[in-house]
T-cell receptor
Framework: GESVGLHLPTLSVQEGDNSIINCAYS??????FIWYKQESGKGPQFIIDIRSNMDKRQGQRVTVLLNKTVKHLSLQIAATQPGDSAVYFC??????????FGTGTRLKVLA | DAGVIQSPRHEVTEMGQEVTLRCKPI?????LFWYRQTMMRGLELLIYFNNNVPIDDSGMPEDRFSAKMPNASFSTLKIQPSEPRDSAVYFC????????????FGSGTQLSVL
């Protein structure tokens, strides 16, 4: 699986507000999903994961929602902070070693 | 846990030179992946190792690319000879099982071939 990152959609959020980043996944057989955060010049950082037997999972300030009916994944970040500014992308996996990565969304936090 | 460790962080070389990228996976992980990231193509899987054995190298662009995993704690990706179009960020990632498991990435090697 490949993702194209030529023009990333950008989400601008005021500091302190909640952020919602969306991902439409491609394979209906995918049963495991990961959200990554990638800051400039750094590697993708694991944020949170969810398996298909769940539709919601919460972490520290983050929540992932999974809607298998429409093949949609979202990442909610509560009380967005300047340090949350990064590119966020999802990854899907259907039980093999191949992960399909989403195109990514750039989150900009406005002071 | 030190995470996945890659070296060097940056590599600048001239066309035709040999480049070797290094990776130390997370201890206990038996699956290792090499990815390449570019603006145009995003993350591309180059090669996947399981228990030190190359399972899928179909993503390796050309014979100029080769990868080895001599033991569970070390892998190399070599490009010989390097070309300007090889310029990209190369990531190593590891996971516990390789299938539907948490995948952790290293900090990457930014390669520039002049």
């Amino acid at each position: 699986g490949e993702s194209v990152g030529l023009h990333l959609p950008t989400l601008s959020v005021q500091e302190g507000d909640n952020s919602i980043i969306n991902c439409a996944y491609s394979n209906s057989a995918s049963d495991y999903f990961i959200w990554y955060k990638q800051e400039s010049g750094k590697g993708p950082q694991f944020i949170i994961d969810i398996r298909s037997n769940m539709d919601k999972r919460q972490g520290q300030r983050v929540t992932v929602l999974l809607n298998k009916t429409v093949k949609h994944l979202s990442l909610q970040i509560a009380a967005t902070q300047p340090g949350d500014s990064a590119v966020y992308f999802c990854a899907e996996n259907g039980g093999t070693y191949k992960y399909i990565f989403g195109t990514g969304t750039r989150l900009k936090v406005l002071a | 846990d030190a995470g996945v460790i890659q070296s060097p962080r940056h590599e600048v070389t001239e066309m035709g030179q040999e480049v070797t990228l290094r990776c130390k996976p997370i201890s206990g992980h038996n699956s290792l992946f090499w990815y390449r990231q570019t603006m145009m193509r995003g993350l591309e899987l180059l090669i996947y190792f399981n228990n030190n054995v190359p399972i899928d190298d179909s993503g390796m662009p050309e014979d100029r690319f080769s990868a080895k995993m001599p033991n569970a704690s070390f892998s190399t990706l070599k490009i010989q000879p390097s070309e300007p179009r090889d310029s990209a960020v190369y990531f190593c990632a590891s996971s516990l099982g390789g299938r539907g498991e948490k995948l952790f990435f290293g900090s990457g090697t930014q390669l520039s071939v002049l």
